[in-house]
C-alpha cells in the first residue's frame, strides 16, 4: 500500500509539474504538505468524534479552603512567614554576623591602594564569606547542638528551637556592640531598665550593625593612614622636580602594591580582622 500510494503521489505531482512548470523545490514542499494531510486528517477526525474529558482542575490550600471547612489561617501565615524569611535570608547573613566588618575593611583596603577592580567584588564577597565562616563556627556550633539537634530528634517545638537559636546570635551580637549604641535603641524603644538576656532582636540587631559600621570605618582610617603618606611624599618630589603634569597615582600606586606585599598586608589585615572579634 505504502508503494502503491508513494506511485500514487509521484505520478500525481510529476503531471502537475509537466503541466504548470512547478520548481524542483516548490514540487518537494508540495508532497511533504500533501503527506503531512494524509497522516494528519484520520487524528484529527479522531478528535471531533471523541473529544477529551474536561481536564480535572489543581487545588492549591495554603489553610484558605472555604469548601464546608474553617479555613486555618495559621498554616497561610506560616507559610507566608517562610517565603519571608527566605527572601531576607540574605541580609541575614550580612547584618547579624561578622560579614559587614569584613567587607568594609577589605573594601578600604582596595579603596586605599587606589585599585578600582583588584581583587574584583567576587573575591572580596567570597574571602569575606569564608573568613564569616571560620569566625562564627563555634556560634553555629552551639546553635546546632541547642537547638537544631533537639528539634530534629522532635525533642523540642519549633518556637523553642527558635528561641534557642537566637541566644548564641545574641551574644555574640552584645559582646562585639558597643553598650552606647544598645541603650540608644533601648532608650528610642522605651523598654526600660531590662536584663542583657532579656533584650529584644530589635534592640540588639541595630546597635550591633552601627557598631560595626563605626568599628570598620575606624580600622579604614588606619588602612589609609599609610598610603596616604606615601601619595604626599610622591606628590612633593614630582612637585619638586617641576614634573606638575604627571599625574602622582602614576608613580605611587606601584609603591603602594610593593609596599603592601612587602609588609604581607593580607595576612596583617586578615589576622586583625579575625583578632577584633576575639575581645
Known amino acids: 500500500m505504502r508503494a502503491k500510494g508513494n506511485g500514487v503521489l509521484e505520478c500525481w505531482s510529476s503531471g502537475i509539474a509537466s503541466h504548470h512548470s512547478i520548481t ?35 487545588n492549591l490550600n495554603l489553610g484558605l479552603d472555604a469548601i464546608g471547612k474553617p479555613p486555618d489561617v495559621d498554616v497561610a501565615i506560616k507559610v507566608l512567614f517562610a517565603i519571608t524569611l527566605l527572601t531576607l535570608a540574605p541580609s541575614i547573613i550580612l547584618l547579624m554576623t561578622c560579614f559587614l566588618r569584613i567587607a568594609l575593611v577589605l573594601s578600604f583596603v582596595r579603596t586605599a591602594l587606589s585599585l578600582q577592580a583588584a581583587p574584583a567584588n567576587q573575591v572580596i564577597i567570597g574571602l569575606s564569606l569564608f573568613l564569616t565562616f571560620f569566625i562564627m563556627a563555634p556560634t553555629w556550633e552551639r546553635i546546632d547542638a541547642e537547638a537544631l539537634t533537639p528539634y530534629r530528634a522532635k525533642q523540642i517545638s519549633s518556637d523553642e528551637a527558635l528561641t534557642r537559636a537566637s541566644a548564641p546570635i545574641r551574644n555574640f551580637m552584645l559582646k562585639q556592640a558597643r553598650p552606647k549604641d544598645v541603650e540608644l535603641f533601648v532608650g528610642m524603644a522605651k523598654l526600660g531598665p531590662t536584663p542583657v538576656d532579656k533584650l529584644p532582636l530589635k534592640v540588639v540587631i541595630p546597635g550591633f550593625i552601627i ?26 618630589v614630582l612637585m619638586s622636580m617641576g614634573m606638575m603634569m604627571m599625574p602622582p597615582v602614576t608613580i605611587s600606586l606601584p609603591l603602594k602594591i610593593l609596599l603592601f606585599v612587602l609588609v604581607d598586608g593580607w595576612n596583617l589585615v586578615v589576622k586583625s580582622i579575625v583578632l577584633s572579634f576575639a575581645g
Open 24 to 58: 524542483p523545490t516548490l514540487l518537494r514542499s508540495f508532497r511533504l504538505l500533501l503527506l503531512l494531510a494524509v497522516f494528519l486528517l484520520p487524528a484529527a477526525l479522531y478528535a471531533q468524534t471523541n473529544p477529551n474529558p474536561a481536564p480535572v482542575p489543581i
Open 211 to 236: 557598631s560595626e559600621l563605626r568599628t570598620a570605618f575606624q580600622m579604614g582610617f588606619l588602612l589609609f593612614v599609610p598610603f596616604i603618606l606615601i601619595d604626599l611624599v610622591v606628590a612633593t
